[in-house]
C-alpha cells in the first residue's frame, strides 16, 4: 500500500483498501461558509474510472492538480492509474 497526497485538495491517502480493493480519491467539497454553502475545490481530483460507450475505461473524472506520493518511490501516480491510461492508450490507437 502506498500513500499519495492530492495537489488539489491536500488530503494524503493511500491507493488501496485494507480489504485489498483500489481506492478513487475524490476531494471533497470546501468547509461550508457563512450561509452554509458548500463549493468544490478549485481544480477538483475524483479519481473514479470513466468509461466509452462500449464500457472500455478511458481514464479518470478530473485529474486536478495531480497527486505525489508520500515517501521514496519512482512512481508519479497510483500504479493502478497507469496501467488503465496504456489501456486506453491502445484502445485509441486502434489495439
Known amino acids: 500500500m502506498r500513500q499519495w497526497k492530492c495537489k488539489s485538495c491536500n488530503a494524503t491517502y493511500p491507493d488501496t483498501q485494507p480489504d485489498g480493493t483500489l481506492y478513487f480519491h475524490a476531494c471533497a ?4 461558509d457563512a450561509q452554509g454553502n458548500q463549493a468544490e ?12 460507450g462500449k464500457g472500455r475505461a478511458t481514464g479518470i473524472k478530473a485529474a486536478g492538480a495531480g497527486v505525489v506520493p508520500v515517501g521514496p518511490t519512482l512512481l508519479t501516480q497510483p500504479a493502478w492509474l497507469s496501467q488503465v491510461q496504456a489501456a486506453a492508450a491502445a484502445v485509441a490507437a486502434g489495439g
Open 41 to 52: 475545490h478549485p481544480n477538483k481530483r475524483d479519481e473514479n474510472i470513466t468509461v466509452d
Open 29 to 32: 467539497p470546501m468547509p461550508p
